[in-house]
Every structure is written in structure tokens, then in C-alpha cells.
């Protein structure tokens, strides 16, 4: 698991998922699935795959060219997995991408925006993820860092305001 990866894992938990990191189907992988109940006793079930690397498939080529290397990325993390995933969440599931600053700049950002949509995958950019969870971790942390800070706190090792 990447650092990336284990980010967006520790987000997700914030918000009351529980999440499978590195789901292995023989010699593919999935890098997160995450799963909560609602209220009403009904699940939101997620597909998250994260990729923050400045050129996903390797050098600049053409708008066209690099079109049609989104829709092979898409077969080939969401498509081609979609039975093995929806047999591990048992029910139908909200496909996310996390994604990283392109190297192309704007335009090859709104091109993955614009084909993953299509393809019904919500594309969510890296540092909106750090941004929220930061965010999130202040009011109340959760997942290793809330565990950790837990722990302390039992332990009589942090310290409250004005102490020395």
C-alpha cells in the first residue's frame, strides 16, 4: 500500500467506512473497497482506485491518444473487476478515482474528469482528499491517528492546556 493509498484509506474511515485495502483477484488488485450502513439499514458501498502519478501512462502523447489511454485505465481498475468487487461488497457499489496533479496541467485533468464520468466514476482530486481529512482529524481523529492519540490519553501521556 501506498502512501497515497493510505491516506485516502484513513479519510474514507473518517467518514464511518469500513475499508480493504490491496484486495488481490489473482494477479490484479484493488486498492481499496470500503463499505458503511446508513440509518435506514441500507449499505453505501465504494471501488476506490488512486493514482497520483503525474503521467499515469507514461509520455506525453496527443489529447486523442491519451482519451483513449483513460478509457483503457478505466477497463482495466474498474470494468474488468466489476464481478470479483461486487462479489466481495454484495450489492452494487459507487465507483471512485482518486487523482493526483497531471503533468499535463487543466486540460488532461478535465479530459480524466470528463471520460471517467462517463464511464459513472466520481473522480475526487488528492489534495481535496488531505484537505478534508485534515479537516476531519481536528474535530475528532479517527482510525491509527485517533488510536494512537486514544492510547496516549489513557496512558495519562498528553498533556491538557496549561500544563506543563
Sequence with gaps: MTATEL??????????????????????????LAIRQRADSSFDRLHIEVTVSPRPFGSKRSLDLYEKDVDDYFKKKFADRRADVLQILKGEYESWLVLGKLAGG???????KRRME??????IRFEDVVRDYVKRIRVRPTGMTGDLLDTLNHLGLLKKDGEA
Design 7 to 32: 491516506t485516502t484509506r484513513e479519510w474514507i474511515e473518517s467518514q464511518g467506512y469500513f475499508s480493504m485495502s490491496s484486495v488481490k483477484f489473482g494477479r490484479s488488485e484493488v486498492d481499496l
Design 106 to 112: 487543466k486540460e488532461e485533468e478535465e479530459l480524466w
Design 118 to 123: 462517463e464511464h459513472n466514476v466520481k473522480v
